[in-house]
C-alpha cells in the first residue's frame, strides 16, 4: 500500500524565537528552520512500515515556500520514494486550507496511510489531520504512540489524558504522530545523495481548486508577559521561610 | 447569540476542565448551552445541568458515543452546532483537540486552538510557539469553533443552576472506527492540571526509583500532583501522562517544584504561567532559573528530603 506523509518546514526546535517589534509576527530572518520534529517522527514510522513490508511506496507532501524542498530531499533521505512540494505562502494558510490541499494530494495519489506530525512547533494549533480525516470521511488516530497495520484496518494507540487508548480504523486512515511512536534515525551521506536524484513534483493550491483565502486573522503577535526576576535562595531553610511568608504558598 | 460547550466527562462523571470552558464562554457572553455525548451518561447531564451559567444540557445518550470516537461524536457535534449556534467551545484536553478540528473542518470554517483570553466574541488570544509569543487573532467564520485552556480561566461553580435536560436523540455511527482498549493510570493524587501544588521531576532524578524514593514524600507531604519533564518520560522514569509541556500538559498551579529539571523551551511552555514556581537542581546556569521565583543549587537528593523534614 502507498503511504502519503506530510511535512512542515518550521523553525528549529531549540530556537528562542523573537516577536518582531511592530507586532506583526516572529522574527524569522536568518533563523534555523528544520523539519517540524512531529513530522519527522511520521516519516520514520512510514519508513518502518516499509521495511516490514506493510508499506510499498512513500510519498512526502510539504505545503510551503520553494525552500521547504530542502525538508522534502530531507525525508526522502530517511527513506521516503517520492516527493511532492505545493507551494505556497504557508503563513498565510490556515490549518482547514492546509487540510483542504492535501485532501486534493489524497484523492491524487490514493494512499491508504496518511502520516501527519499531530502538530506544528510554530502555530501549535493540532488540527490538521483531524481535519484532513472530515474532508475524506476517513477515521483518525490522533497522538499515536503505536501503530499496527492488519489487513485493510489499522490499530493504533494512542496518548490520551489519563493514560493510553487503542482504537481500531478501516482503511484509510490518517494517523498523527506522538513524540513516543518512534525515535528517527539519522540520514546517512549515501542517503541524502540519493536522495537528489528522487522524484520532486511542483504543484500549485489552484491545482488542486483550494483558495488559500483563511477567515482567521492574525491581529498581532505579542511577546508573553515577562516574570519577574527571582532570587537565589542559599538553603532549604531559607527556601520554606519564603515560600511560608513571602509567597505565602505552602 | 448561543454558544456551544462540550462537556469532557468519562460518562460517570463531569470533567472539571469543562467548568473551565464555561467560565471562558460566560466571557464571551451569551445563552450557554451544554452538550453531553456518551454512553448511559445521564449522571453527567445531571451534574451538567446544575454547572453555574448554564441554561441548557443537550444529552446524546448512545452507544456509539461510549469513547468519544471522533468519528461519531465531531458529526454529532457538527449537527447539533448547525442548529443556531454561533460559536462551538471544547476543553483544551486530548479528547477536545481530537474532536473539534473534525467539526470544524464539517462545518468548513477555521478554528482556534488554545484560548487563553477572550477580547470580544470574535477575536481571542492563544499561545504559539511553545508559548514564546501570543497571537491575538479574529475569526470571521459564521461559526467560531475552539479549543479553550483551561489552565488560563478560573472554573465556575459546579452547584447552583437548574438548566434543563434535553434528549438528542439522534445517533452518529460513522463505522469506520472502533473502540479496542484503553489503560488508565491509577492515581490517589490530585489530576495533574487541576492541582493546586505540581512537583515534577527531571532527568536529573536519575531513575524511576529514585524519582519516587525522592519526589513521592514531597508530593505527599504537600498533598501534590507529580509531573515530569519529557526528558524524564523519554527515559521511562514515569509514565507519559505525567508529562508538562508544550506536547504533553499545560498547567499553571499555585506553586509548581521543578526538581532536576533543566528547563528546556518544551518543558517551559507548559508550567511558566505557574505563581509561584521553584527550581531545585545542581546546574547554577540552569534556564529554568531564569523563570523561577526561587531556586536553590545543590544535589536533590540531600535538598529534596531535607525540605520534606522541614515543611
Known amino acids: 500500500m502507498k503511504a502519503l506523509v506530510a511535512v512542515k518546514r518550521v523553525v528549529d526546535a531549540n530556537v528562542k524565537v523573537r516577536v518582531k517589534p511592530d507586532n506583526s509576527g516572529v522574527d524569522l530572518t536568518n533563523v534555523k528552520m528544520s523539519i517540524n520534529p512531529f513530522c519527522e517522527i511520521a516519516v520514520e514510522e512510514a519508513v518502518r512500515l516499509k521495511e516490514k513490508g506493510t508499506v510499498s511506496e512513500i510519498i512526502v507532501v510539504s505545503i510551503g515556500p520553494k525552500e521547504a524542498q530542502e525538508q522534502i530531499r530531507s525525508a526522502m533521505a530517511l527513506g521516503a520514494d517520492r516527493g511532492i512540494l505545493v507551494e505556497a505562502d504557508d503563513s498565510q494558510l490556515g490549518a482547514l486550507e492546509v487540510a483542504k490541499i492535501l485532501k486534493g494530494v489524497v484523492e491524487a495519489e490514493q494512499p491508504q496511510l496518511i502520516l501527519l506530525g499531530k502538530q506544528a512547533i510554530d502555530d501549535d494549533s493540532n488540527q490538521v489531520g483531524q481535519m484532513l480525516g472530515a474532508l475524506l470521511g476517513a477515521g483518525q488516530g490522533t497522538f499515536a504512540s503505536e501503530v499496527k497495520v492488519d489487513g485493510d484496518k489499522v490499530q493504533v494507540t494512542r496518548e490520551v489524558d489519563g493514560g493510553l487508548q487503542t482504537v481500531e480504523l478501516s482503511l484509510p486512515a490518517i494517523i498523527t504522530t506522538d513524540l513516543r511512536l518512534n525515535e528517527p534515525r539519522y540520514a546517512a551521506l549515501p542517503n541524502i545523495m540519493k536522495a537528489r536524484k528522487k522524484p520532486l513534483d511542483m504543484k500549485s493550491p489552484a491545482d488542486f481548486g483550494v483558495s488559500t483565502a483563511t477567515k482567521l486573522k492574525t491581529v498581532k503577535v505579542e511577546p508573553p508577559a515577562d516574570r519577574k526576576a527571582g532570587v537565589q535562595v542559599k538553603s532549604v531553610d531559607e527556601l520554606v521561610e519564603k515560600l511560608k511568608n513571602e509567597a505565602k504558598v505552602i | ?311
Open chain 2, 1 to 311: 447569540m448561543s454558544i456551544l460547550v462540550i462537556a469532557e466527562h468519562d460518562n460517570k462523571t463531569l470533567n472539571g476542565a469543562t467548568l473551565n470552558v464555561v467560565a471562558a464562554a460566560q466571557k464571551i457572553g451569551g445563552d450557554i448551552t451544554v452538550l453531553v455525548a456518551g454512553s448511559g451518561a445521564q449522571a453527567v447531564a445531571d451534574a451538567a445541568a446544575k454547572v453555574a451559567g448554564v441554561s441548557k444540557v443537550l444529552l446524546a445518550d448512545n452507544a456509539a458515543y461510549a469513547n468519544q470516537l471522533a468519528e461519531n461524536v465531531a458529526a454529532l457535534v457538527a449537527d447539533v452546532a448547525k442548529g443556531g449556534f454561533k460559536h462551538v467551545l471544547a476543553a483544551s484536553t486530548t479528547t477536545g483537540k481530537n474532536i473539534l478540528p473534525r467539526v470544524a473542518a464539517l462545518l468548513d470554517v477555521s478554528m482556534i486552538t488554545d484560548i487563553i483570553a477572550v477580547e470580544s466574541a470574535n477575536t481571542f488570544k492563544r499561545p504559539i510557539y511553545a508559548g514564546n509569543a501570543i497571537a491575538t487573532v479574529q475569526s470571521d467564520e459564521a461559526i467560531i469553533v475552539g479549543t479553550v485552556r483551561g489552565t488560563a480561566f478560573d472554573p465556575v461553580a459546579a452547584e447552583g443552576g437548574a438548566a434543563a435536560v434535553e434528549a438528542v436523540s439522534e445517533a452518529k455511527d460513522a463505522g469506520i472506527s472502533k473502540f479496542v482498549s484503553e489503560e488508565i493510570v491509577k492515581s490517589e493524587r490530585p489530576e495533574l492540571t487541576a492541582a493546586r501544588i505540581v512537583v515534577s521531576g527531571g532527568r536529573g532524578v536519575g531513575s524511576g526509583e529514585n524519582y519516587h524514593k525522592v519526589l513521592d514524600p514531597l508530593a505527599d507531604k504537600l498533598g501534590a500532583a507529580q509531573g515530569a519533564s519529557r526528558a524524564a518520560v523519554d527515559a521511562g522514569f514515569v509514565p507519559n501522562d505525567m508529562q508538562v509541556g508544550q506536547t504533553g500538559k499545560i498547567v499553571a498551579p499555585d506553586l509548581y517544584i521543578a526538581v532536576g529539571i533543566s528547563g528546556a523551551i518544551q518543558h517551559l511552555a507548559g508550567m511558566k504561567d505557574s505563581k509561584v514556581i521553584v527550581a531545585i537542581n545542581k546546574d547554577e546556569e540552569a534556564p529554568i532559573n531564569a523563570v523561577a521565583d526561587y531556586w536553590l543549587v545543590g544535589d536533590l537528593n540531600t535538598v529534596v528530603p531535607e525540605l520534606v523534614s522541614k515543611i
